[in-house]
Structures are given as structure tokens and as C-alpha cells.
């Protein structure tokens, strides 16, 4: 195996290998794998073809935010495999390609950009008429990404839970562990969601300092331990949360292991106070060619040697805007990858111990310079200028480490109702009015230094305790104080794009929109980012404006040539991370009612239906004419199951004038032991349910209704009395009796048998 | 979305264990003096009023009361204390 | 490949100053309000008009709803609308110059029971004998046309049959509305954004101005065409109550598949349809919370049912992932058909309102009988049954089966 394997980090067991195949060749794994990981480690860098252009597309990010590793699996389609954990014996395929990944016959569509500008579909395709209907077919089979069968049915157990708990702490990073730990030392219901395997976040991955000579990587392992001791807090991995609701409703879906019962489940939790601490993901950078396979973010090469053990390439280019950039050239460097040079957008403010680390190790610090292009389907060389375009420098090599800086992850703020802002000293949009009982804390406010991420998040959960009643003022203001001394949110780069010269600069990977696609829909007027979205179809794809969601208003802003734009975020909708429809629907069982003569009925051959909240047989014969019942009805006689049927009991002093209103006639005429039969009108005067009365005592009733109305009677009596007062009493009796209609000529025979007397129509009148 | 509300019985419950039962109009208008505009009025219109408006809940699954409570269609949330609002 | 050939980038449509003067205004850039303005123009040759939209044209309805067209309605009065509004996309193709990515795909509405069967035949002469192609196909027929259905009897409401409606199918509802806004915009309306109506001006029972954020207009004309907030801003501002009930309308898609829903398949018993876009994602809805409100925040609660609902009806589906959810404004009438009226209560005063959950399918049809109520002041016959006075006078039409007023007497 082409492992790294000595060190501390890795979330793989090199020891343990999996086999799976891809396009029909064993391919060996490890446990701890995702899918996209163990073929990075085969030396696979094309993953799939593009949408629109077919362009080739490799690993980007680690997270799923584009669907550039969407892959078939075992003939689920869109399988993301960046976040899918491998098994042994999987199946995997590209999708969306004819041909290979590496040679697909329809790549040509690359070079006819030209012809499909912004808004393409909306203006051509239509002239002359006929020329539509036969388009739509091809543009049908064109799109899409994977394919299903129409017999297709996904196997495995799919479960629900809906936990309920005082505090609901999204994201298990740094930020989160210390908001749960906070909150749970205040003795509090926790419940703990990171959407990764493990919990640790971004000092997961991280040999650098954290305190006192521990490395990050050693003090998340520390949080974690003491989070599994706090018998208070429930954790959840590789449980991504996908819905926020009102009320603090929150849903996720939890993937489960080779030792859990299910393969998927389901989470809607009831909390009390929510701590967001999803922290960050990284915002693309905008170059020509930007989205090539060998182009990766800084996250995804680091995670990628230092949790997976996969050195990502023998020589690269960095091309950042942010520390973490500096760290991973350094760490990675220190594994064996070579590393020409590091470009970083910004002129200065970098850190000084990871400058001089750089020095130490021969690797050129390019301030104020930036990737321009990539060169090859796969890298082989990267153009790199400063940022005024003033040069250029050709670099070979077989990775390009690419990131314009940090983008927070604000999409639970957001569908949680959080006021968003654009700050002009992060670059960040960041919450200016959070709701209440809400909290955000760590990295995603802007933070980067890891006591004050941890100081946050003790805040955040201080904080959420006294939503529950657990006020400490004291604890509350130490932690404020705290925070305060600490080192506070760093000025984030805002440049959008590279010097740009070429048209395939791609601001969203998965609808193939370029950079030029969003001029040109400004230019036509579309000057809203949510019309842009909309008109170029940028951030409208599987990886939920993973991609575009920073870079397109930031872009937007920035090219819209009068002011009065301002710089606003694309609305952000559930489910934040697709869920499969089996999740949701989960283990949904359809529940019913039975009538007594349920079992008889089923044994006599009836065909079974669904009536409301009832099954009932609605026909014995062999077919839907159903003509020897009918006939044996209308000449001899038949027997009708009609338990369904509402049946109720009204009594009290004002019973007789709450039937008078409900129904069309006078009920005071029905005598003491008689019945009637009556109907009921809504208020505009339509009939809606039909039945009869009986008299059992003075304001004393027994009355029946519709099946379907069986279950809202009593509520709609109480609707239309609501204003008077009146005093009766009434029970709904329909689950207590069974009913049999008995019709046909012999119907009076049979009744004498059953009821052992002598029966007669004058004597029933 | 989601609608808690609270019933004057039961407590606060999730709202699709009760059945709205529309603008609090009154009680039905008086029948000596009924016209088809005054009937139609009380039946079919509405106020539809983006804001606060008093309105009926049925906690159906539940203990079966009807009651009014106020509640901002604007933002979905019961409002405890209207006039404070207003 | 002179199909291929697109002209220069020209805006769409033009930012200009509000006038002080208009000779209609119309309050709503959504797809009935730029389908009169675009009428106006075009037909009647009335440019001065105002289009007055508070979000952006497209924000509203018009861009959240999946499009679905059709004609086969209940009643009589209704069909003549939806059957020519069907027969307008083609049209409205060519006249706008604007590819509206009509797929005439046909709308299957599944039957569950027999009894649902009888009364679709109902329907279904009703149709026929109004022009408009409509039949009964059993389970089996369905299963040829839609190989993902499950015909099978282990499912809740097992399928018996189907109302095949093949002239039916979807469209691009963003293409629908900016076409209107391009041709409409070039033949001088002026459609303002951002701009909130505040108030409308009466004066002797006649419309005479209408305030905005950006300024007041001076108008004879006002129609309303405010979608969701209509039955709000006719209260508000006029005083007059409509029969609405404003809920919010759930939808979602899944992420982009090759070809597997060639048709548009809808089931009551479900309270679900799905239908394929042109991106391949499979778009799903129907269910609406029963409780009046103006937000548009979707719920846990439905995503969930429509999961339950579709891995009954197109199994397959349960090895896809939902991608988006969102939800939009309906105005619901009792009878499930529109308010169109005018020059009754104030003069100078129009509504094209209450269309609840329809309002897409017979835009432009309506758009263009609107344009000439208000260049004529006359009402033609085809929108006479859709005056608000049906309601006091008893003549509520049957959409539906039941009233859906969201009282308890539904």
C-alpha cells in the first residue's frame, strides 16, 4: 500500500484493506476510506465529466461541496464519494461520461462554449418551432448527472429517531466540543452533530502548536475523550444536519457503520437553545481553468496526507490566501512533496513563524502573486502573476494547491432566520441579529486562533446553559472577559478573481458557469444575485452553492457597474447536504384500523382496501363487476360490514339544540326510541355528511355519521357552538361497536334467527 | 417552518396536532337581520391580515378544545401578549 | 446553425425613473401582472403603464412554482380559460422571441379507488365535451407510460387507474416570466423593482393615485396582481375583504438524473405529483400546512411526507437525494378558482387574484383578457363567472369537491 503510515493523525488503518472495483478492476483500500480517497491513492485524478462541457473533474474538497466526485455505486447514482466511507465489495463507476472519465467521447463540448452563452436555453433553440420538441429530447438525455433504473430498489434499513435535548450543538470542531462541554458542565441534555467520521475539525488534521507544546491534533483527542465522559452529551458522527425549522427544529441524517443496525437514519431533534459552530469551508479561487483535476483546495491536500495517509502529488504550486495555505505547504513539504513555490494573494500580514518555517525550508514566498491558469486535463503546469497581471511565470508541476481564503459556513444561521451581513474586515457574511436561544461560535465568526475559537465556543455554551435555565452570571462574564483578551477575528482577503484573460474560469463547478456566463447575464439585466442564480443556474447544483455561495455576490458586487448593489448572499434552502428520499421516508409503516369482522372477512376472500383510517373489505368477487354479490343481494340477501360508520352519543341540558343547528331538519320531532334519518349542511350550504338519529332520552342522542367524517364531528359540533356557551356533552362511540347492514329480501329472515323473535316491518315502523 | 402553539389545557404542542379553524370573526351574524352579503361576509371573507390577528385553534389530537390565540402570520410564531405588540 | 445564433448581450429590460403619471398601474412583476402589462402594450396599445414590484419580477409565485400545465379542469367555466392558455405557449413562444421550454409531456392524475375512478369519467366528459383531450387509462396503461410506477396492491392506496391528459406538460416558469419582461419592457411598460405599493388613492369611488416607496403615481388604473399578498393589500388599502385564505405551498427537487419521469404524474390520495425538469431533477409538492401564514419556511414534516408519498408511488426514487426545498405564497379561494373582476366596487379598480396553487397554468390567457377588461372597461364573457359578487350570490363553482375554506366545515 502507498500509504503514509507513521503518522500520529491518520483517521485510516493501513493494516485493514478493503477491496472494491472500479470500471470492472479490483482496486485495494483501507478502512477509513471514503470512496474518493482510496482512488486517489490508485492514482485515479479524473472522477467524472462536467454538466454542460464534459470537462474532466477530479477531487477538489473533502466535504462534497461540488459534485465533481459523483460517482455510480453499486447502481445508486450521484453517489458523493469524497463523503462516502468505502466497503468492501463495492461497486464503482463514473457517470455522465461516454467513454472513460480520462477519454470521453463527448469532451468536444468543451470547445463549444462559445455557442452556449449565459441564459443559452432560454434564447435559442426555439426558431423555427419544429425545431423544439426534437431539441427537448436531446436536451433531456444531455442532462442529468447519474441514471437510475425504473426497477432500481436501493437496498439496506433505513431508520428514524427524534430525540429530544436542552442543547443542540451543530458541528464538532474545536468551536462545538466547547460549547457541548460548557453547556453539559451546567448539567444540561447535549446533543453533539459533526457531519465527518470523527469529531475534531479543523485541528483534527494538525501537527502545528496548539498550547504548551501540544499540537492541535493531541488537544482535539483530548476534547473528544472528555466529551465521551460526560455521560450528558449524545454525540453524532458523520451526521450531517440538513434542516432548520422554527422552535429550534433541527433534522440531520446519520450514516451509520458496519456495527450499526441501520444504513441510514433519520434525526429530528427538539432543542431548547442551538450553538452553530460549523466553522469553515474554503472559498474557491478564480483562475483559467480553476476546476482541473490536480487543482485541490488546501484542506483537501493536507486531510488528504495527514488523515488518509495519501501524499496528493510529487510537486506543487501553492497558490493561497491564508495561513492555513502556509501551514500545509510546510507540513506537506515536510513528507516528501516538492514544492516549488507559494504565491500568496496577500502582500502582507502573514504569519511570522510560519514565514520563517517557509525560509527554512527553500520555499519562495511569492507576496501579492496568484494562479492565473492551469495547464493540462490533468495539471502539468500552472501560470502564476501578480495580481496586478503584470507578469507571468510558468511553474510545471503535478498539483495546484488552490484558495482564495476562508468561507464561513452560515447556512444553519441562515435557514435558522439569522440576520446576515457582509463584513468588510473578514470578508465574510456574518451574523448581525441572531434569534433567540441561537448561538454561533468559533471559526465562522471569523476566528482563527485556536484559543479564541475554544473561548467562543465555552461562551456560546455558557450562554445556551442560561436559555435553559441554567443563568451563571459569573461563569457568563468570565467567559466574555475571556474571549475579549483574546485574539479576535482576522482580516480575510477579498479578492475575487485572478488577472483574467481566457473563458473557462468556473465560478460553480456543478452547472458549469463561468465567470464570463455571470457578466454576461449582468449585462442583460440581470443584476439581483438571486436572478443571476437563477439566469445562469451558478450555485443550482448538487453541491448546494458549496462553491459559489461566497465568490458570486462577492463577484456580483464587485462587476455591477453602478453602486447601488449591494453585496448580498444567495438565499440558502434544506436540505443543506442531499438526503436520500429512503432517509426521509425511512421506516414509515402505514397504520390502520380493523373492524371486528376483519379476520372473517379477509378468510372469505375480500379484497381489502384503505377507507380513511381503515382497511375494509370492499368486494369478494373475482372481479370489479362483483354480479353474483350484487345479485345475491338483490334476490336473496347480503351482509355489509359497517363498522366504519361514526357513531356518537350527544347528551346534556342544550344536546337537542346543538343537533338542531347541525342538522337541515327539525330533530325535535324524532320521539323518545325513534330514529330519523338527517343531513348535515356546511355553512354555505352544501351537504356534507348524511345519518340517522336516535332518541334514547329526553336531550339524550345516538347518532351515526360518514366513515370520513367519523373523526372530526365531534371537534366540528364544538366549531359551531364555540360562541354560545351551551352545555352537552358528547363521545365518539365509533371504535366501541361494530356494525352489520344487513339488505335483501331474506334480510328480515336472517335478523329473526340472530335475534330470536319474530320480526315484521309494521313491527320495526 | 414549524408551529408551536399553546393550548390552555395541554401546554405548548406541535401545531399539526391541532386544526385551525379560521379568523376570530364573532359569532354568527343574527338571523332576523341576515342578508346574502352578511352571511357571505361571515362564511367566506377574510382579513387576511399580515400581522397579528386572533384566530381559533381545535387541539384535535389532543384535548379537543376550541380557543382563540394571536399569532403573527408574518413570522409564524404565537404572540403571547398582542397589545404589547401593537 | 442559424438557430444557434444569439445577438449581442442587450439588456432585457431598462432601469427607468418612475413617472409621476401612468395610465395603469399594475401592482406585481409576477406572471399575471406582466402578462397584462405585456397585453396592454401589444394589443391595446397602452405603454404608459407601471408594473410595481415590491422584490424582484419572478420573486414570488411565479418563480417558485413547478410549472405544471393543463386544461382538463372540472367545471365549465374553467376550461375555456386553462384550454386556451395551454394553446397560448407555442404562441407566446414565437411572439416573445424567448424560448419558454414548453414540454408537452402529458399530466397523469392517478386514481386510487373505484370510486375515484367514477368520478375522474366525470371529469373526463366534462373535458371531452369541451374540446380538451382527456381519458381513462387503467394500471396497466400507467405503468407503460410511467416503467418507475408501483402498480402493485402492497402500497397504501394501491393505483387502479389514470386521467391521461396528454396535451398537458410543464414549462420554465423563469423563462415565462422573463419573456414577459423582455417583449413588455420594449414596448415601452416601465417595470419597476424594489418598489412597494403603500397605499391606493380613491376619490368618488374611483381609483386616482397609488403611493409607493419610490414615490406617488397619479393612475386611473390599478390592477392587483399581488399573488399571495392581494387579499392583504385589498383589505389594507381598500377596505375590502376578498373569500382568500393565504397558505404556504411546499416544493422540492432531488439532484439531476438522466431521463426516468417522461410525464407529469400526480395523485390526490398522496397529495403529491412529480414531473422531471429539463435539468433532470425530479420536482415534487402538493401538500400545503392548513394553517394561513406569509411565510414562504418550508417544514420537517412535509420533505418527510413527500419522501413517504413518493417511495410508495416511484419506488426507484428512494436511491435518490432531495436537493432543494422551498415554499411559495397560494391564495386559496373556497371553490379553487380565481377572483377576475374589475370596475364593480371602485372604478378604475382590478383584480386578478385568489388563483391559489393554479396561477401559473392560465397566465397568459388571463393576462390577455385582463389587458382588454382594462383598455375597454368591458368584461368579456370568458372571465364573467370569476366576479367576487359569485360568492354572496351563492354561485361558488366546483373546482372541488368540497369547499376549502380551512374551517372545519372542510
Redesign the interface.
Known amino acids: 500500500m502507498n500509504r503514509l503510515e507513521k503518522l500520529p493523525t491518520l483517521r485510516i488503518n493501513p493494516a485493514h484493506p478493503i477491496s472494491f472495483t472500479y470500471k470492472n478492476k479490483t482496486c485495494q483500500g483501507v478502512s477509513g476510506d471514503t470512496i474518493a480517497t482510496a482512488l486517489y491513492a490508485n492514482g485515479i485524478r479524473i472522477f467524472s465529466r462536467s454538466l454542460k462541457y464534459h470537462r474532466p473533474r477530479g477531487l477538489y474538497s473533502l466535504d462534497g461541496e461540488s459534485c465533481n466526485t459523483f460517482m455510480e455505486v453499486d447502481r445508486i447514482p450521484n453517489v458523493c464519494a469524497e463523503t462516502t466511507r468505502l466497503r468492501d465489495g463495492m461497486t464503482v463507476n463514473a457517470q455522465n461520461v461516454k467513454g472513460t472519465p480520462e477519454f470521453d467521447l463527448l469532451g468536444f463540448l468543451d470547445k463549444l462554449d462559445w455557442a452556449m452563452p449565459a441564459g443559452f436555453y432560454y434564447r435559442s433553440l426555439h426558431k423555427p418551432a419544429w425545431i423544439w420538441p426534437i431539441a427537448l429530447k436531446q436536451v433531456r438525455k444531455a442532462a442529468g448527472l447519474g441514471k437510475i433504473a425504473p426497477d432500481f430498489h436501493i437496498p439496506g434499513k433505513y431508520d428514524e429517531i427524534y430525540p429530544q435535548t436542552d442543547v443542540c450543538v451543530i458541528g464538532g470542531g474545536a468551536a462545538g466540543m466547547s460549547a457541548a462541554l460548557a453547556a453539559a458542565r451546567q448539567g444540561l441534555r447535549v446533543i453533539l452533530l459533526e457531519s465527518r467520521p470523527w469529531l475534531g475539525g479543523f485541528f483534527d488534521y494538525r501537527t502545528v502548536e496548539y498550547a504548551g507544546g501540544v499540537p492541535l491534533y493531541r488537544r482535539a483527542r483530548d476534547l473528544v475523550q472528555q466529551l465521551e465522559q460526560t455521560p450528558n452529551v449524545r454525540i453524532f458522527t458523520h451526521t450531517a444536519m440538513i434542516g432548520a425549522y422554527h422552535h429550534n427544529l433541527i433534522t440531520a441524517f446519520q450514516k451509520g457503520t458496519e456495527t450499526d443496525h441501520f444504513d441510514e437514519r433519520y434525526i429530528e431533534i427538539q432543542a431548547q437553545s442551538i450553538i452553530v459552530a460549523t466553522g469553515c469551508i474554503e472559498r474557491p479561487l478564480l483562475f483559467e481553468n480553476n476546476e482541473r483535476p490536480g487543482v485541490i483546495q488546501i484542506g483537501c491536500a493536507h486531510r488528504l496526507a495527514y488523515s488518509f495517509g495519501v501524499l496528493p502529488g510529487k510537486r506543487a504550486v501553492f497558490s493561497v490566501g491564508h495561513d492555513l495555505g502556509i501551514e500545509a505547504a510546510i507540513d506537506l513539504f515536510d513528507l516528501g512533496l516538492e514544492i516549488p513555490c507559494l504565491a500568496d494573494i496577500r502582500e502582507d500580514g502573514q504569519d511570522a513563524y510560519l514565514v520563517a518555517r517557509l525560509a527554512e525550508r527553500n520555499i519562495p514566498l511569492l507576496r501579492g502573486w496568484i494562479a492565473v491558469q492551469a495547464h493540462g486535463k490533468t495539471v502539468k503546469k500552472a501560470t502564476l502573476s501578480p495580481i496586478d497581471g503584470s507578469q507571468q511565470r510558468d511553474i510545471e508541476c503535478d498539483l495546484l494547491v488552490a484558495s482564495a481564503g476562508m468561507t464561513p459556513v452560515t447556512a444553519p444561521l441562515s435557514l435558522l432566520q439569522a440576520t446576515l451581513s457582509f463584513d468588510d474586515h473578514t470578508g465574510f457574511f456574518l451574523p448581525i441579529k441572531l434569534p433567540p436561544q441561537v448561538h454561533a461560535a468559533g471559526r465562522l465568526l471569523g476566528l482563527t486562533n485556536s484559543l479564541s475559537i475554544e473561548a467562543s465556543g465555552r461562551l456560546a455554551g455558557i450562554s445556551a446553559a442560561a436559555d435553559c435555565g441554567r443563568q451563571d452570571v459569573s461563569k457568563l462574564n468570565e467567559a466574555r472577559e475571556e474571549l475579549s483578551r483574546l485574539p479576535g477575528p482576522q482580516r480575510g482577503s477579498k479578492l475575487v478573481t485572478a488577472p483574467l484573460k481566457g473563458r473557462k474560469t468556473f465560478i460553480c463547478f456543478d452547472e458549469d458557469t463561468t465567470v464570463k456566463n455571470i457578466r454576461q447575464a449582468i449585462q442583460m439585466g440581470f443584476d439581483e444575485p438571486e436572478l443571476v442564480k437563477r439566469f445562469t443556474a451558478a450555485g443550482t447544483g448538487p453541491g448546494q452553492g458549496g462553491i459559489p455561495g461566497h465568490n458570486l455576490p462577492l463577484f456580483i458586487a464587485q462587476t455591477n457597474s453602478d453602486g447601488d448593489v449591494k453585496t448580498k448572499a444567495t438565499t440558502v434552502r434544506a436540505p443543506l447536504v442531499p438526503a436520500f428520499i429512503a432517509t426521509y421516508a425511512a421506516s414509515k409503516h402505514d397504520m390502520c384500523k380493523r373492524t371486528p369482522v376483519h379476520d372473517m372477512q379477509e378468510k372469505a376472500g375480500g379484497m381489502m382496501r384503505r377507507i380513511g383510517v381503515w382497511q375494509r373489505a370492499r368486494y369478494f368477487s373475482q372481479d370489479l363487476s362483483c354480479r353474483e354479490e350484487i345479485e345475491n343481494v338483490r334476490n336473496n340477501v347480503g351482509m355489509l360490514d359497517a363498522s366504519t360508520l361514526g357513531k356518537f352519543r350527544i347528551w346534556g341540558p342544550d344536546a337537542l339544540k346543538a343537533l338542531q343547528r347541525m342538522y337541515v331538519s327539525d330533530i325535535s320531532r324524532v320521539c323518545e326510541g325513534k330514529i330519523k334519518y338527517s343531513a348535515m349542511c356546511n355553512e354555505d350550504g352544501c351537504i356534507i355528511d348524511d345519518g340517522v338519529i336516535v332518541k334514547r332520552a329526553e336531550n339524550d342522542y345516538y347518532f351515526t355519521t360518514s366513515t370520513g367524517r367519523a373523526g372530526s364531528t365531534v371537534e366540528w359540533f364544538r366549531y359551531h357552538t364555540r360562541y354560545d356557551g351551551w352545555n352537552f356533552y358528547m363521545v365518539n362511540l365509533t371504535d366501541v361497536f361494530g356494525v352489520i347492514n344487513l339488505a335483501g329480501p331474506n334480510a328480515l329472515r336472517v335478523l329473526e334467527k340472530v335475534a330470536d323473535t319474530y320480526l315484521s316491518n309494521e313491527a320495526l315502523a | 417552518?414549524?408551529?408551536?402553539i399553546r393550548c390552555p389545557i395541554c401546554g405548548k404542542r406541535s401545531?399539526?396536532e391541532f386544526?385551525?379553524?379560521?379568523e376570530d370573526k364573532?359569532?354568527?351574524p343574527d338571523e332576523d337581520s341576515l342578508t346574502?352579503?352578511s352571511w357571505?361576509?361571515?362564511?367566506?371573507?377574510?382579513?387576511?391580515?399580515?400581522g397579528i390577528q386572533k384566530e381559533?385553534w381545535?387541539h384535535?389530537d389532543g384535548c379537543?378544545l376550541?380557543f382563540t390565540i394571536h399569532?403573527d402570520?408574518?413570522?409564524?410564531?404565537e404572540v403571547q401578549h398582542p397589545e404589547a405588540q401593537s | 446553425m442559424g438557430f444557434l445564433m444569439l445577438k449581442k448581450n442587450k439588456r432585457f429590460w431598462q432601469r427607468v425613473a418612475l413617472q409621476s403619471h401612468y395610465d395603469a398601474v399594475i401592482i406585481g412583476g409576477g406572471l399575471h401582472g406582466l402578462a397584462t402589462a405585456y397585453f396592454l402594450a401589444r394589443q391595446h396599445g397602452m405603454t404608459n403603464v407601471a408594473v410595481v414590484e415590491k422584490e424582484y419580477i419572478g420573486f414570488g409565485g411565479a418563480g417558485r412554482n413547478t410549472a405544471i400545465v393543463r386544461a382538463n379542469q372540472r367545471t365549465p367555466e374553467n376550461i375555456p380559460l386553462y384550454r386556451e392558455a395551454l394553446e397560448l405557449w407555442p404562441v407566446l413562444t414565437e411572439e416573445l422571441d424567448f424560448n419558454l421550454m414548453f414540454n408537452n409531456c402529458g399530466n397523469l392524475n392517478l386514481m386510487h379507488s373505484e370510486a375515484a375512478m367514477n368520478a375522474a369519467r366525470m371529469n373526463v366528459a366534462t373535458a371531452q365535451f369541451h374540446g380538451v383531450e382527456s381519458h381513462l387509462i387503467d394500471a396497466r396503461q400507467c405503468k407503460e407510460l410511467v416503467p418507475a410506477l408501483n402498480i402493485s396492491e402492497d402500497i397504501t392506496f394501491p393505483i387502479i387507474g389514470a386521467m391521461y391528459h396528454p396535451p398537458g406538460g410543464i414549462l420554465r416558469h423563469d423563462a415565462v416570466v422573463w419573456g414577459l419582461a423582455k417583449s413588455a419592457s420594449r414596448l415601452g411598460v416601465h417595470i419597476h423593482q424594489h418598489t412597494e405599493t403603500t397605499s391606493i388613492g380613491v376619490e368618488n369611488h374611483k381609483i386616482v393615485s397609488v403611493d409607493t416607496n419610490r414615490g406617488k403615481i397619479y393612475t386611473p388604473r390599478v390592477l392587483l396582481a399581488a399573488g399571495g399578498y392581494s387579499a392583504a393589500i385589498s383589505y389594507a388599502m381598500l377596505g375590502i375583504k376578498l373569500p382568500i385564505s393565504v397558505l404556504t405551498i411546499q416544493a422540492m427537487v432531488t439532484q439531476p438524473l438522466k431521463p426516468i419521469l417522461d410525464h407529469v404524474v400526480s395523485s390526490g390520495a398522496y397529495h403529491a405529483y412529480a414531473n422531471q425538469t429539463l435539468k433532470g431533477e425530479i420536482a415534487t409538492g402538493a401538500h400545503m400546512d392548513p394553517w394561513p401564514n406569509y411565510t414562504t419556511h418550508t417544514t420537517a414534516y412535509y420533505i418527510k411526507h413527500q419522501a413517504e408519498a413518493l417511495a410508495e408511488l416511484l419506488p426507484c426514487l428512494r436511491g435518490v437525494k432531495f436537493m432543494r426545498h422551498w415554499a411559495g405564497l397560494a391564495d386559496m379561494t373556497p371553490d379553487m378558482a380565481p377572483i377576475l373582476d374589475g370596475n364593480d366596487l371602485i372604478e378604475g379598480y382590478y383584480m386578478d387574484c385568489g388563483w391559489g396553487y393554479f396561477g401559473f397554468k392560465s397566465c397568459a390567457a388571463t393576462g390577455k383578457y385582463m389587458a382588454q377588461f382594462m383598455a375597454s372597461g368591458q368584461c368579456s364573457d370568458i372571465l364573467k363567472p370569476f366576479a367576487l359578487r359569485r360568492f354572496a350570490q351563492h354561485r361558488l363553482m366546483g373546482e372541488t369537491a368540497a369547499l376549502v375554506n380551512y374551517s372545519p366545515d372542510n
Open positions: 417552518m414549524s408551529l408551536i401545531a399539526y386544526r385551525y379553524g379560521g364573532g359569532p354568527r346574502p352579503e357571505c361576509d361571515y362564511v367566506h371573507m377574510n382579513q387576511c391580515v399580515a381559533w381545535c384535535r379537543g376550541w399569532r402570520t408574518i413570522n409564524n410564531l
